[in-house]
């Protein structure tokens, strides 16, 4: 407020992983050796290096260096306000006891919020006090006469019959909800009040525009797509650079891949090659770089004759972590 922010971080939980029994496999020694050998980038040391990513790979998906998080129920959920922002990241860092000048680390965006499925607690819900009510104190009576006639000013006045209508009608989204009452038979397309809907040009501005305002903004491009004209004129002639730009606009950087992989589906009529898994890959973060060839590579049309053009994109880390992908849609 008044162009000042505050920022106050805290942490929610933290977990430490457990030894295994290749946290061991170099030593400060080795270390040493296999950097002054990376200075020469022989053939050699690339298979030795490829060898040693192959090692980290396996060492990370083979379940033994798993860790849970407790987080309490009554944390803040992830929330962005005009005002108001809150965010969570998961800050994963490796010591490594002299072989760096300092210990790696890598922070990762998330969202935090509470399943459905989770009920709140009793002692969680917030119960309002009962407040006894105060006795109202009754006005005296006023000891005021009726009057046994009209004024005479009223005798010019047109008196009418009274009416009853035996209807009841509420407004609802610009609409009357209309419900008979007794023996009354009235028309109800008579209180009809059409609700009026904004035309939003099939547009690429416009679709970026509804996704940045939507809560669900996976829900918000699929009922674009079916809707025929906005498949014909935004999503049909999409370019790889517009494409990007769509997956760019979504701000919960973990549903970007899905964004990615629901929009395959419908652009060039299908036609999904190799140039837009390019785009999405230049257009995300690194550490999500990954998860976005396990969802487009199946989808990749031209996969077979330009599998080399997508791993020209990727560093030697990436080419381990997603050569099951590439396997696994090849062989399709």
């Not at 505050?6 to 295994?20: A, H, I, L």
């Not at 040391?45 to 407790?70: G, M, S, V």
């Not at 010591?95 to 790696?104: H, I, K, R, V, W």
């Not at 964004?259 to 140039?275: I, K, P, Q």
Request: aromatic share 8%; proline share 7%.
């Amino acid at each position: 407020a008044g162009g000042r922010d505050n920022r106050n971080e805290r942490v929610v939980s933290y977990s430490v992983f457990k030894p295994t029994a290749r946290w061991k496999e170099m030593d400060k020694d080795q270390f040493k050796v296999h950097q002054s050998r990376s200075k020469k980038r022989t053939d050699s040391f690339r298979n030795e290096q490829n060898a040693l990513y192959q090692t980290i790979h396996k060492a990370i998906n083979d379940a033994e260096n798993r860790t849970f998080f407790k987080i309490n129920l009554n944390a803040s959920r992830s929330f962005e306000g005009q005002l108001i922002k809150v965010w969570h990241r998961l800050i994963i860092k490796v010591y490594t006891e002299g072989n760096c000048s300092e210990n790696p680390t890598i922070k990762v965006n998330l969202q935090l919020g509470t399943a459905s499925s989770i009920a709140p607690t009793p002692e969680s819900q917030a119960v309002a006090p009962v407040i006894p009510s105060a006795p109202v104190a009754s006005a005296p009576p006023l000891d005021t006469p009726a009057p046994s006639a009209p004024p005479q000013e009223w005798a010019s006045a047109v008196v009418a019959t009274p009416v009853v209508v035996g209807n009841s009608a509420a407004v609802v989204g610009g609409g009357i909800i209309w419900e008979p009452e007794g023996d009354n038979d009235v028309n109800p397309n008579a209180f009809s009040a059409p609700m009026a809907v904004a035309f939003v040009e099939p547009t690429v501005d416009n679709l970026i525009r509804d996704i940045q305002n939507s809560v669900s903004p996976l829900g918000t491009v699929r009922d674009r797509m079916d809707d025929g004209k906005w498949r014909s004129l935004v999503f049909d002639p999409l370019t790889p650079q517009q494409y990007a730009r769509v997956i760019k606009s979504v701000t919960i950087e973990f549903d970007q891949p899905d964004m990615a992989a629901l929009m395959a589906t419908s652009v060039r009529g299908g036609r999904y090659t190799h140039e837009y898994v390019v785009a999405a890959l230049r257009s995300v973060s690194d550490w999500i770089r990954t998860s976005m060839l396990s969802k487009l590579l199946p989808l990749c049309a031209d996969l077979k004759t330009s599998a080399n053009v997508i791993k020209s994109e990727l560093t030697e880390w990436e080419l381990v972590c997603s050569q099951r992908y590439f396997d696994e849609s090849l062989d399709r």
